[in-house]
């Protein structure tokens, strides 16, 4: 089990230039890849998006590639740029009658006069790209799955919290049904005494409607069904593979059954103990949510 919170870094160092790759995760219900890159390194981008998504299933990867070059830059003349100057410096010898030349140290400090002239992307620092991103994507993982420890120890103790309420609520839910056939008998009894007519029950029918009614307020199934998603929680945060989307739904099934239990009695003890797992649950949902 991994988190989805982590950072890494690569860096290929080569006599003519260098690359640093930094990778930043956070939770993200998807893959989604945030990567700027300059426009003579456009062409690495689908490269670099492939490398990561081969390696990491879920969260916001932050991508931040910085290079440097040592070799000899060439320029280019902006042409067009520095006829136009020439032309309206002539223009405006004509019309107003000044005297001089142009000076080329002037023109050469016009913005965009010359142009660094871009090289296409050799192979040798293409590779070296890819192996930042892979060194970034080792460091990135093993953090992630250091957190993703942390996280699995963490829901662990909120299962065991779960587990500890358990018990009373399971000694409370053998009386419930009789607690619960009693009062609606105390309540029918209570009923036909404060009428005036005289009302013949079919005592076999009230027995059968009382039992129906009673059985509907059994939690012993809710009680079973949270133990089971107990276990199937643990056994999935043992995996290696994606988890994430397991868990919360496993997490929105226990919540199911306390919310069930909750509303199906009124007995105190019952309640406060379901009213404590649902917090556990609360803080699982908030933990589940960073695990890739």
Do not use: C, W
């Not at 689908?46 to 081969?54: A, H, Q, W």
């Not at 000899?72 to 032309?87: C, F, K, Q, T, V």
């Not at 019309?95 to 400090?109: C, Q, Y």
């Amino acid at each position: 089990m991994k988190s989805m919170t982590g950072f890494g870094r690569g860096a290929v160092n080569e006599s003519n230039f260098s690359v640093t790759v930094e990778l930043k995760t956070v939770n993200n219900r998807f893959l989604d890849i945030s990567l700027r890159l300059s426009n003579e390194m456009q062409s690495l981008e689908t490269e670099i998006k492939r490398l990561i998504s081969g390696r990491l299933s879920r969260g916001r990867v932050d991508v931040n590639l910085q290079y440097e070059r040592s070799e000899e830059i060439n320029y280019e003349l902006n042409r067009p740029m520095i006829a136009g100057y020439l032309s309206a410096m002539k223009q405006m010898q004509e019309e107003f009658e000044l005297s001089g030349e142009p000076d080329i140290n002037v023109i050469a400090k016009l913005p965009n006069a010359m142009i660094a002239k871009k090289d296409d992307i050799s192979e040798a620092f293409a590779f070296a790209v890819a192996t930042a991103v892979n060194t970034a994507l080792e460091d990135l993982e093993k953090m992630r799955a250091s957190e993703g420890e942390m996280l699995k120890a963490e829901l662990e103790s909120r299962l065991v919290g779960i587990e500890q309420h358990l018990p009373p609520i399971e000694t409370e839910a053998a009386s419930i049904g009789d607690e619960y056939r009693q009062r609606l008998t105390r309540r029918i009894a209570d009923m036909l005494a404060k009428s005036e007519s005289q009302i013949e029950l079919d005592q076999g029918r009230l027995a059968q409607e009382i039992a129906f009614l009673s059985d509907r307020a059994d939690i012993s199934e809710e009680i079973a069904r949270l133990n089971t998603h107990i276990e199937h929680f643990r056994t999935i945060m043992s995996e290696e593979k994606e988890v994430g989307k397991r868990l919360d739904f496993l997490t929105q099934e226990l919540n199911r059954e306390a919310n069930t239990i909750t509303s199906k009695t009124n007995n105190m003890v019952v309640k406060e103990n379901a009213l404590a797992i649902k917090s556990e649950i609360e803080k699982i949902r908030e933990q589940v949510q960073n695990v890739e």
